[in-house]
């Protein structure tokens, strides 16, 4: 076997070959190419012409809607409401994706409209809500007192539970001890009233009007406006004399029994709130959010213990002006001591004023057994307020409540004003949770601003 010469004749024909393939390969590539951009120019041609299409078809439809609208205008003054099913739904453009027809464009948030509207319904819900207030005032404040009751002989069932005594039975022991106070009140009250009543009108009144009829003052006015002769036609009028005072017992009944009825509510709702306190807390600090759900617990239990507090300084102060009061009243034999130290101990319990109150009630029953001892009476109460008002009252609260003096005064004012006896007694317990919720709260905020 030999090798082929250089220059042999096969390697022009191979790359001849070579170059024939390539050569092919090449134009099948081009002509795939250009088969390519061919079909590519034909869909953009294509693509346009249906886009074309597509804009005369809405033009046409948008043409069709507008021509039934004007059809239907002319079947239907243009004034006039739209009544046929058919023309409504033509009218509103009704199609497979809007059954009802296509939404029109909301009102804008800043309309004129939609603000006086918004102003208008939020004017009407708030005096709705400021009617209702008005009308349920008296409900409120019976409920009011019923918590403020609550809260305050709270302390009392608390210091029952801490001796191992079940909540219920607690309730009931406090509850049968106040009832027992204030029964005990009407008997020692009650009687010395109709006692004196009585004597009043047995030998007093005869003598009264001896003394007017013998009066020249008396005698000039029944001239100028005919008193005695108004009397006698009035007791010559037997039936007029009925009416007046059945009128006037059934007013005294009605404010009997509306007295009665509120006070059964009171303490219906006060034995409810008192044997259900710790399950309103529980559901109350429910609506706080978790996160500060201990903090709210914690001021919250301190604004209620110092309520207590409140209470048990109050009852402390109304209880020695009590006691002392009695212990005065029997060293002088005047009459009704423990009415009369019962009527200052309910009286003390009014903040600034009760104590005056219970003073003045006092001294008229002693006048009324002797000069003397209403003379000492009155002094005894001018020292005896000096003292409680600048040493005792200011302490006690200080200790229970930790109020200052200056805002005692100012809250008992502003609640006696808002709501008479009851804003005066819950000023104190109020300040002292507005003041406790500025030091823990408002205060350290400001700090860090």
Not at 158 to 177: C, I, K, P, Q, T
Not at 342 to 366: D, E, K, Q, R, W
């Amino acid at each position: 076997m030999t090798d082929d010469a250089p220059g042999s004749p096969v390697e022009p024909d191979l790359e001849r070959q070579v170059e024939q393939v390539v050569e092919e390969q090449v134009r099948e590539v081009e002509e795939s190419v250009e088969e390519q951009v061919e079909q590519a120019e034909r869909a953009r041609a294509g693509a346009v012409d249906a886009e074309a299409g597509a804009q005369q078809a809405e033009a046409g439809a948008v043409a069709a809607g507008q021509a039934a609208i004007d059809a239907v205008q002319l079947v239907v003054p243009a004034d006039d409401p739209v009544l046929d099913t058919a023309a409504r739904e033509i009218e509103a453009q009704v199609d497979e994706d809007n059954p009802y027809g296509v939404p029109g464009r909301p009102i804008a948030a800043r309309s004129p409209f939609r603000i006086a509207f918004t102003a208008a319904l939020g004017v009407a819900v708030a005096y709705g809500l400021v009617t209702a207030l008005i009308a349920v005032q008296g409900v409120l404040l019976l409920l009011l007192t019923a918590a403020f009751l609550a809260i305050g002989l709270n302390p009392a069932v608390e210091a029952l539970e801490r001796r191992h005594m079940r909540r219920g039975f607690a309730v009931g022991l406090v509850l049968l001890a106040v009832l027992t106070f204030f029964t005990g009140f009407g008997f020692a009250v009650v009687p010395p009233i109709v006692d004196q009543a009585q004597e009043f009108v047995e030998q007093g009144a005869p003598a009264f009007l001896e003394q007017l009829q013998e009066s020249e003052r008396v005698a000039e006015l029944d001239q100028r406006f005919g008193l005695l002769d108004r009397a006698e036609r009035m007791l010559e009028d037997p039936e007029r004399l009925g009416v007046s005072a059945a009128g006037g017992v059934l007013g005294v009944g009605k404010v009997v029994f509306g007295a009665f009825a509120s006070t059964l509510t009171v303490l219906i709702v006060t034995l409810y709130f008192l044997a259900n306190l710790p399950s309103i807390k529980a559901h109350a600090y429910r609506l706080v959010p978790r996160t500060r759900r201990a903090r709210v617990g914690l001021l919250t239990d301190e604004i209620l213990s110092r309520v207590g507090g409140y209470v048990a300084g109050a009852v402390s102060i109304a209880g020695l002006a009590a006691f002392t009061t009695f212990l005065l009243l029997r060293m002088l034999s005047v009459d009704y001591a423990v009415a009369l130290s019962m009527l200052v101990f309910l009286t003390g319990l009014i903040p600034l004023i009760g104590a005056t109150i219970g003073a003045f009630f006092v001294v008229i029953v002693a006048l009324f057994t002797s000069v003397k001892a209403g003379v000492i009476v009155a002094v005894w109460y001018l020292v005896y307020q000096q003292v409680e008002n600048y040493l005792l009252y200011p302490r006690i609260m200080q200790r229970s409540v930790n109020v200052s003096p200056a805002a005692t005064v100012v809250a008992v004012l502003v609640g006696g004003s808002l709501l008479g006896v009851l804003g005066a007694l819950l000023a104190i317990p109020i300040a002292a949770a507005v003041q406790l919720v500025v030091d823990e709260v408002v205060a350290p905020r400001q700090d860090h601003l």
